[in-house]
Each structure stands twice: as C-alpha cells, then as structure tokens.
C-alpha cells in the first residue's frame, strides 16, 4: 500500500484561544503546557544529536524512533530507557509512523534522498516538522515541500542551527548595521579533514536492515557499505557530496549574511583529488554565485571546499575565535588516515594525534569599509577601517529545537530561525553547484521560474527521478 492511499489526517492546525495557545493536531489538542509528542527518524548519526537535543526540552517527549537498521533502532530505544525516560514507540516503516494521531512532530535525520518525501508525507499526515539540511536532494523535490508546508500550514524548521544562535545573529546584525561598510561579497569556507572511503565489495544486506526502505526513491543498487552509513553522503543517488553536507551551513550563512535570495549564475569547478575509491562527489570544489538586486547591485558568493592539508583564513580555523566551533581534526578525533587503496603521501603518515591539526569552517563576508569573520558556530570578529583595526566581536550559542518546540506551540511561523523556505533557497546554490560541476559548464539561473535558463539538461539533472513507490508528487 502506498502512501498515497493512506487515510492521513489533514489539519490546518489553526491557533485558537489568546493566552493558551491551542492547536488540534492528529485529532488531539495541545495546550501551552502540554507535552509535545515528537518523533524522530533516522537515529543512527545525526538522529542521535535531535534525541538529545529533545530530551533536554522541558514538557517534550521522544514518543517514536524510526529507522530502518533493527539494530540501531533498537540501540536509541534502549538508551532513551536507560536514561530514566519512557521507552518510545519503535518503528522501521516510516509510513506507519505516520499514522500515529498521538505525534505532533517529526524530526527527520535520515539520508539526504528521503529528507523531502518524508517531509511532505510529515505535513500530510497533519504534523509538524523539523528536516535535517539539505532539505531536499534536488530542487523540485524542495519546491514541492516548501508547496506541502505552505498547503497544510505547518510548522517546519530547516536544520540551519547556526540562525539559532545569539552570536551569529548579532554577527549579520553588523552586517546589515553597516560595521563594516557595502557588504558585497561572501566566503563560505569549508576545509574539512576527509580520508579516503576505500573501495567496498558488494555483499548480502546486513541482517535487521530493511535495504528497500533504506534506498527508498533511489535507485536499486547491490549493498556495499560505501553506500550505507555515512558514507552514502558520498554517492550521487543518495548524497550532496561535501557542498551539502558540511559546506551547506556556511552557504546558508553566507547568504544570509548578504541579504539575498536566489542566485542569478553560477560557476563551479572541482575534482575528487588523491584518493581511488568508491567516492563519487567531488572532495574539492569552488563555486562562485552572482546575486542580481533590483537596485541593479551585484552581491557574489565564494563557496570553497577542501578536503586535506589547507591554510586559515581570518583566523579561522586557529583557535583565535575562542569558541567550540568545528572539532579539530588532529586533536578531538583520531587522526584521519586513507584507506588501504588510497596512496601513501608523507603528510598522510606523518599526521598523528597531537598534530595540531584544524578545520578551517566559517565565512568571511568583505565591505567597503573592512571585514567579519564567523567561525562557524557561534562566534563573529570584525577588523575595520583602512588600518584593519579590530572591531566588534561576539559569542553566543542557541536551541535550534527549542524555538520549533516554541513555535509548535504559539502557531507563529514568523518565530521560526529557519523556516523552510529560507532553507529551500540556501540548498538550491547547493543543488546548482552541483550541477554545474558535474556538467562542467556555467549556469544562468531564473529565480522567479526556479530553472536553468536555456539548459535543459540542467533542468532535468535538478529535477531527480524516483523509484516507485517512493515518488515525491507533481501535485502537492
């Protein structure tokens, strides 16, 4: 049975009362103090990060898992108990869950290619939604969940964290004050420690794993473990490569920053460098991105990715932000070594775990009167004038999931850090980046129609395919 045939309730979800602020939602109604059942799926990365995150909120209850691997779900289930909360409803089937009416929410951290259809299916069922970055795996497939939020008028969080924190909110704030003068331009900086994925022999799908669920829109391809936990980020049918991954945050920001919307061109170069292996997206890739105000101003973007031995920029990257930021690569983790199949370089085998060894994750955004640095999480500094003087400077770290818990409950869409149609537009530099790198070609690009102009076959790379019946609608 597919999901289209399913009898889902269809709420509005309409705000009524003036101090309460209820809402009927799956045929109950929740009141201000009420808990908010949220389910989360996909439990085994990320998904562990949004249990947490979740358990910290007062008057929140996990109520369901969802994965498709038995033996991580089981695992989150038991750990949940353990830690003194009631054990949550387990689920392998997405399109079960969804026909619990006690969920309010779903916070869905699997795989990038299932992110829009279980977003869809999510607001279809009458329930809210927070959806992991990118919000989508093509650009149709976002345009139809940015129409289905709209349509049943949820509340949907992008999983842009960094809008939830006070230092990077006070960050663009001086961007758009003037600190450092025009803003006209913006590096997105993402030089991420990466080891080579080695190559993985086709083999039986692990007991416990429901390998169909698992591939879902994407094509049928034989199980290897390149295609499976994390390193699917990797492989075209189901991943964004590096642009989506980490790169995303700091494109997000970068626009942000700027004060723009959709691109109007986009040029974007790149190779997967040293390693032979199964990785199919690209490990280095610069995109450059013009924006076109109606004022007849030009805005341009930078999107830089690395892979490996790199250098800083604006102190980014050496500890001088004074924040968490991105965890070293060399010091909070095990020192990155390739694969058996990937080459033996001297910098690879000298690499050990005191090597101060760091990311370098962040944006530097340049006006006409100085720069701002961001270090990628929570922490901004800014130089100024013609003798490049140090400016302002802030930290601050938010609750991305504590303001959709909050906007749940008050109903207002405009409370939202990162609603999703902010997140539509951020992933879609990310969807034409990838685009023009894989066709090896410049692309002009309509924000108004959302398409390649006179490029079809860009057109159709953004638009993606399906797998039945795992199909994201023409019609929302």
Request: hydrophobic share 35%; glycine share 10%.
């Amino acid at each position: 049975m597919t999901i289209e045939r399913r009898d889902f309730l269809k709420t509005t979800g309409q705000a009524i009362g003036a101090g309460a602020a209820v809402l009927a939602l799956g045929g109950r109604v929740l009141g201000a103090n009420d808990r908010v059942r949220v389910a989360v799926c996909g439990v085994r990365g990320r998904g562990n990060n949004h249990i947490e995150g979740y358990e910290k909120l007062p008057n929140v209850e996990i109520a369901a898992l969802c994965d498709v691997d038995e033996s991580v779900l089981n695992q989150r289930l038991g750990e949940i108990e353990k830690a003194g909360f009631q054990r949550p409803q387990g689920y392998s089937d997405v399109r079960k869950l969804l026909e619990d009416k006690s969920i309010d929410a779903i916070s869905v951290a699997t795989p990038n290619h299932w992110h829009s259809l279980i977003g869809i299916w999510t607001v279809q069922a009458g329930k809210d939604l927070y959806v992991e970055k990118p919000m989508s795996h093509n650009t149709f497939e976002g345009k139809q969940l940015v129409a289905a939020v709209t349509k049943y008028n949820r509340i949907c969080q992008h999983g842009s964290q960094s809008r939830s924190n006070p230092g990077m909110i006070e960050g663009i704030k001086h961007l758009s004050d003037g600190t450092i003068g025009d803003v006209y331009m913006a590096r997105a900086i993402c030089f991420k420690w990466r080891p080579s994925i080695g190559h993985a022999p086709e083999e039986p799908v692990p007991a416990g794993v429901n390998y169909d669920l698992w591939t879902g829109p994407a094509p049928m391809k034989p199980f290897t473990k390149n295609r499976f936990h994390y390193n699917w980020h990797w492989i075209w049918d189901t991943g964004n490569g590096e642009v989506g991954n980490q790169a995303i945050h700091e494109i997000d920001v970068a626009r942000w920053g700027l004060g723009v919307d959709f691109p109007t061109y986009v040029a974007a170069t790149g190779n997967h460098f040293m390693f032979d292996d199964d990785q199919q997206t690209p490990n280095w890739l610069n995109a450059t991105f013009y924006f076109d105000e109606p004022t007849g101003k030009r805005k341009m973007m930078e999107v830089a990715v690395r892979p490996w031995i790199t250098n800083h920029e604006a102190e980014i990257g050496t500890g001088a932000y004074n924040s968490k930021g991105v965890p070293a690569a060399g010091l909070a983790t095990p020192a990155p070594k390739p694969a058996p199949a990937a080459p033996k370089t001297p910098a690879a085998a000298s690499l050990g775990p005191k090597d101060n060894v760091t990311n370098t994750i962040g944006n530097v955004f340049y006006g006409s009167n100085g720069y701002l640095g961001m270090d990628g999480y929570d922490t901004y500094k800014t130089w100024v004038g013609d003798d490049v003087q140090p400016g302002p400077n802030g930290h601050g770290d938010g609750d991305h999931w504590a303001n959709f818990i909050d906007c749940i409950r008050s109903r207002n869409n405009e409370d939202l850090h990162a609603p999703i149609e902010e997140g539509h537009k951020s992933v879609t530099l990310v969807h034409l980046a990838n685009a023009s790198y894989r066709l090896g070609r410049s692309l002009k690009f309509d924000p108004k129609t959302e398409q390649v102009i006179g490029d079809d076959e860009a057109n159709v790379m953004l638009r993606g395919a399906y797998r039945a019946p795992y199909v994201v609608p023409e019609k929302i």
